[in-house]
């Protein structure tokens, strides 16, 4: 069934995307009202009536273009962490991240996405990086290439005495240990600074605009449609013990995507520095 479906042409998901976005988001960006936010760990970590309703709604919609499969969203796993354990299932899975970059969201920043990925048996096959008040949209097919706006993405390499320019795990999100091993990267040739939405970094990384990613939290929906849009764009990614990034989790961390092989081990092995004497 999953083979069969994969061998269309997947139009109906992009839809399903934008019409979630156009129904639930985008009528509410910067129109929200106090009480349609509201904090979930702290006063960083936000999540809004845009962000339940459109996972809502993708849930549905995803769901009945792909008979038999489940959705491990942020909103419903913060509701219910049990529902993790559907990426080591049987099913297919689809990973959505209704609005990546809530903060951006609340505070009338066009800088977030839709994020929905597409896994079987925690192989990545397709994901969609929707930018809704931007307008763009980033589509990957595991061994297909990767689009924006159906052009063809390639990540290329890095001018040589280029700066790497690395988006990292923002510091209000990251505890001491976390900063000590992301400072790393401040270091001759590397420009780290904190990342805005995850699901934009990895479009930058895959556009080749900034050289790499770095992030110590391992949370599927943040990454999952991200990771294959990099490495379809000719990119690579990995944690700091050199295995691949697991969406079922357990992951060393931090872990990195980059615009070539050679960068990321650049930015792994300042990483995996800090753990030595």
Known sequence: MIEQFLAGDLA????????????????RFRQLAAHEIVEKNGPHDLVTVADRLAEEHLTRSLCALLPGSVVVGEESVHADPSLLGALHGDAPVWIVDPVDGTRQFVHGDPGFATLVALAHRGELLASWTYAPALDLMAVARRGGGARLDGVPLRSGHPEPGEPLEVAISHYDF???EQKRVLATLLTDGVSPRPCGSAGLEYLHVAQGSIAAVAFSWENPWDHAAGLLLVHEAGGASGTVAGEPFRVTGGNALPFSAARDEATLRHILGLLASAGRP
Request: proline share 5%.
């Open 12 to 27: 109906d998901v992009e839809e399903a995307v934008r019409k979630a976005a156009a129904a639930e988001i985008l009528p």
């Open 174 to 176: 990251t505890n001491d």
